[in-house]
């Protein structure tokens, strides 16, 4: 089993619909998670980070944590052209272990014009 | 300011030469990362660098990948005897110093692209 893990898509959703990424993550103890964004031929940017069960809103952006589910999500509200890119997870470990985030593969959306 | 800096941008090389690809952080963060990331794929880590400690070689795929840091400046990451399997995007990140919180908040710098021919 990855230690987290990602559907790797694509998922298209046409402009204006609400896109929902799920992430879902094997170590119970992990206490941080963060949602990176990757547009073709760039590097990762962080666009949220999250660390209590419940919502996260950052204008169009939603993350959702469930810990005891071991789940975490990003709904993108109103979808644009330019979110189209790949989404990638990163779980920080329990505090004590290793000191590096494990990514997952990422889900590649595009949002149809 | 200045973000992640990497050199070369792009690097090609023939099978069986070294390669030294570099790295120069966000001033002031004391972590600093390496990661491979081959086509169509996720991230690879490979090694982490925090302040004066050892740093956490658990990624490096073969005894052909070392990396230096100098203090909490330059890393550079050595690829000894490239294999045409080592072709990947090569990405440095840095963050503040490593609470969970700030461990997660990586800026990545643009990467350096290595051809393996």
């Known amino acids: 089993q990855k230690e987290v893990e990602q559907n790797s898509g694509p998922l298209s959703v046409p402009e204006g619909a609400i896109a929902s990424l799920n992430c879902t993550y094997s170590?119970?103890?992990?206490?941080?998670f963060f949602w990176y964004r990757q547009y073709s031929g760039k590097s990762p940017e962080l666009i949220m980070s999250?660390?209590?069960?419940g919502d996260k809103e950052d204008g169009r952006f939603t993350a959702q944590l469930n810990k005891a589910s071991q789940y975490v999500s990003l709904l993108i509200r109103d979808s644009q052209p330019s979110d189209s890119a790949t989404y990638l997870c990163?779980?920080?470990?329990?505090?004590?272990?290793?000191?590096?985030?494990?990514f997952g593969s990422g889900t590649q959306l595009t949002v149809l014009p | 300011g200045a973000g992640v800096s990497q050199s070369p941008s792009n690097k090609v090389t023939e099978k069986g030469k070294d390669v030294e690809l570099r790295c120069d952080p966000i001033?002031?963060?004391?972590?600093l990362y390496w990661y491979r990331q081959r086509l169509g794929q996720g991230l690879e880590f490979l090694i982490y660098?925090?302040?004066?400690?050892?740093?956490?070689k658990s990624g490096l795929p073969s005894d052909r990948f070392s990396a230096e840091r100098t203090g909490e400046s330059v890393s550079t990451l050595t690829i000894q005897r490239t294999q045409q399997e080592d072709s990947a995007v090569y990405l440095c990140?840095?963050?503040?110093?490593?609470?969970?919180?700030?461990?997660?908040?990586?800026?990545f710098g643009p990467g350096t692209r290595l051809t393996v021919t």
């Open positions: 990140a840095s963050s503040p110093w490593g609470s969970d919180r700030e461990l997660g908040e990586q800026y």
């Open positions: 170590d119970r103890g992990s206490q941080s």
């Open positions: 999250i660390y209590s069960n």
């Open positions: 990163a779980v920080a470990p329990r505090r004590g272990s290793a000191r590096q985030l494990t």
């Open positions: 001033s002031g963060h004391t972590a």
């Open positions: 660098f925090q302040g004066n400690s050892a740093p956490d």
